[in-house]
């Protein structure tokens, strides 16, 4: 009986033997396959450490491949605490060399970290700087590359690029709408140490960076160039409050440049006002549009047959009472009898409350927000503005009156460029936007191509011509005179709107604008200009903003190489103008009859013959009165 009881014990003690060791083992393969990489990684991090190096963050480049945002190469400093022998000497030397506390150096460098990054006081180090703590040859100093963001041409566009923060991240602008395409992948130098810390010979892994995607913009830097320097002007000239201006392509809505003052050094962004840099006023600033927005009732009313432009007509006193409301034209004693085109080329607020009147609030407001306004365009920049317009069902008469002539509402300028492109344009409504493709970083291939995106169709064709032709006479004949460019069809509209100030209009502040396209038969580019509170002058979009507008279109003809127009409208002149003439075509006519009719002409011959073979300007072109005109004789 006892030895079956010892027999049985022993069994069990086997048997317990076994189990242990099954389970031993089973540990041991779970630790082997499953658990060995977490398992290495713990065990890789006690003895491995990295020295980080940034990744080049995505360039930002023009419509043409022009840098717009690039980086620099800058240094920073890096400690590993385990390696430093002395840190009360290494703490004083980098205070001293970096120019600042002791204390704060020192918490650094005895800080219980396997490596600890100086910030902010060592980073982005300037060249002689960081040579300074390069030659101290400290054991556990280490100067990592770090990339810096640089903006070429300082304040140009400095609203739309943005500017990044010290570790690269985008804060404002294209820089934080699209941070996450252009921060890239950082580095970084890895080796192994001992166990105190002491880094080991021949153990260095580089582990290179990944820069992030180039933004290529739809944005011309020589048009931009153009409109800053005409903001410049503008602000300088009539001291102005604010200035804004903005170039777009009707037919994608591509903007081709923007810009505004007061503006900012990207490079330099701390130095300047938080309200300056935080508000890119083409899309954050809502204001009463005044007579731009006229083209928006004159556009609705030619969709609804409301008004015949050529046959309908509207007589102007200089006032219009509607309800208990009288209502003013900007011209004292009124327009008298005009028909509809008059009333577009003279910009007369009553006739555009006849308008309002004719089409209705419902289908007057209809169309305003067929049109985009009252909500986002969807540019892709952050900080974007709705603007504000009345409840249809809270509208009077005299509300419909008023937004009629661009007064009570509230718009955005991105707002009334886009929707005056969709008025020209035969009626397509688009989403503006800032980026025209994302390129690979290093061999400049396209990834993805930003193709228009339209909203919808607002107006017909028909209407959209009628649109053109209106504006046009609008620059031809009325109170866009000053945008005419000559042997080029021209189209536009000025506003002049007064400033709201405690609730009450000002009689001294306004905002004076123009908006204006060309070529007027099939426009390529429409241009806005609005400046705030110009002071010394005579308060009218067309005596201020339409000739900011022309000096940009007179760019753009050169930028985009814009042929001159035929059948150009001519312009009327008044007494103060220089006067252009049609230049007659004397080409295969004789010497006598090219003097008849050059009559009034300086002229120059070259070659011999009594026969004209060229002529020096072109037939059919506007030139100055009694310029000169080159002929060349077979």
Known sequence: MFYNDIHIRIRYVFLVIIICLIITIGRVFYIQVFQYKKLSTLAESLWSRELPISADRGKIVDRKGRVLATNITTTSLVVIPSQIVNSKRVASDLANILNCDYEDIYKHITKKTSIERVHPEGRQLDYETAEKINNLNYDGVYLVKESKRYYPYDNLLSHVLGYVGIDNQGLSGLELYYDKYLTGENGSIKYFSDGKGHRLALSEIYEAPTSGITLQLSIDLELQQAIENELDKAMSKYNADGAIAIAMDPNTGEVLAMGSRPTFNSNDYKSANTDVINR?????????????????????????????????????????????????????????????????????????????????????????????????????????????????????????????????????????????????????????????????????????????????????????????????????????????????????????????????????KYILSFIGFMPADNPQIVVYVAIQNAKNVVQYGGTVSAPIAKNILTSAINIFDIAPSKDVMPREYTWLDTKYVLLPDVVNTSIDEAKKTLKGFKVEYSGSGDKVIYQSPDANTYVKEGSTVALMLN
């Open 280 to 508: 890119n006023l083409p899309i954050w600033m809502t204001f009463e549009p005044g007579s731009t927005f006229k083209i928006i009732s004159l556009t609705s009313a030619l969709e609804e047959k409301a008004i015949n432009l050529f046959e309908d007509t509207f007589t102007d006193t200089g006032a219009i009472k509607v309800d208990d409301a009288t209502l003013h034209c900007w011209k004292h004693g009124g327009h008298g009898t005009q028909t509809y085109l008059n009333v577009v080329e003279n910009s007369c607020n009553t006739g555009f409350v006849s308008i309002g009147m004719k089409l209705g609030t419902e289908t007057l407001m209809k169309y305003i927000h067929e049109f985009g306004f009252g909500k986002k365009t969807g540019i892709d920049l952050n900080g974007e503005a709705t603007g504000i317009l009345f409840k249809t069902e809270s509208m009077g008469p005299v509300e419909t009156a008023t937004t009629a002539f661009g007064q009570g509402i509230s718009v955005t300028p991105i707002q009334q460029i886009r929707a005056v492109s969709a008025a020209i344009n035969g009626g397509h409504l688009y989403v503006p936007h800032m980026v025209k493709a994302f390129l690979e970083s290093e061999t400049n291939s396209v990834i993805k191509q930003i193709d228009k995106e339209e909203v919808k169709q607002v107006i017909s064709e028909d209407t959209s011509k009628l649109v053109r032709f209106a504006l046009e006479s609008v620059v031809a004949n009325g109170t866009g005179k000053n945008a005419y460019i000559e042997n080029y069809r021209i189209g536009g509209k000025t506003g002049t709107a007064q400033t709201v100030e405690n609730g009450v209009y000002s009689t001294s």
